[in-house]
């Protein structure tokens, strides 16, 4: 439907993303994937691998230093919700000083989910949604006034808690497996293509 082929390979109207997907041979580290077909530009990928980058000013390391193996999920949740063009079936009206447009619900493949959350299950946080509730004061995100830092597995029990919550629902979390064509992988091999194209035209 025309519909449909309106939600394939677009980006959403957020604070840092292209008007338009388009090669980007320059893309840094875990953005490379999307690098054939990005939403993302070089600069932004780059910043995605910083701690506190001008992105968004976001200190991963509120409770103390965020371990690399759990880090890397979030650099990939960056990279995946900044440069992928495969995103539109999820694409929802927002109503922020910052986008005006978000992700919600995106059906996330079940390893992609638990390996986040196995990673990440001993890092350490004070809150379940990372979107609001911080204390900005500093010009970065400090835990509020009374919220106590404990691991992520007693924040999130369970990886569809982590998946669900962290993003005020931007992500759902299935049990579809990877590859099944039913479900949003953060992580693929780009030498294979990108399995998202076809989910994103099975769910539009």
Not at 47 to 60: G, I, K, R, T, V
Not at 113 to 123: I, K, M, R, V, Y
Request: aromatic share 12%; net charge negative; with cysteine.
């Amino acid at each position: 439907t025309a519909t449909g082929d309106l939600q394939l390979n677009i980006c959403m109207d957020a604070k840092h993303h292209k008007m338009k997907p388009g090669p980007e041979g320059q893309l840094y580290g875990q953005c490379v994937l999307w690098k054939d077909n990005a939403c993302c530009t070089a600069n932004t990928s780059v910043e995605a691998h910083d701690d506190q980058s001008y992105l968004y000013n976001f200190n991963w390391d509120h409770c103390g230093a965020m371990p690399q193996k759990c880090k890397r999920h979030f650099i990939q949740d960056t990279c995946l919700y900044e440069c992928s063009p495969n995103l539109g079936p999820w694409i929802d009206q927002a109503d922020t000083s910052w986008r005006k447009e978000r992700i919600r619900d995106v059906p996330l493949c079940r390893e992609d989910c638990e390996q986040w959350w196995e990673d990440c299950q001993d890092a350490v946080t004070c809150k379940t949604n990372w979107h609001k509730g911080w204390n900005w004061t500093t010009g970065t995100n400090q835990c509020p006034q009374g919220a106590m830092c404990q691991k992520f597995k007693f924040v999130f029990p369970t990886a569809a808690a982590l998946c669900e919550q962290i993003w005020s629902g931007s992500y759902l979390y299935t049990s579809h497996h990877r590859g099944s064509g039913r479900c949003i992988q953060m992580w693929f091999d780009p030498a294979q293509g990108n399995p998202n194209i076809a989910v994103a035209q099975y769910y539009a």
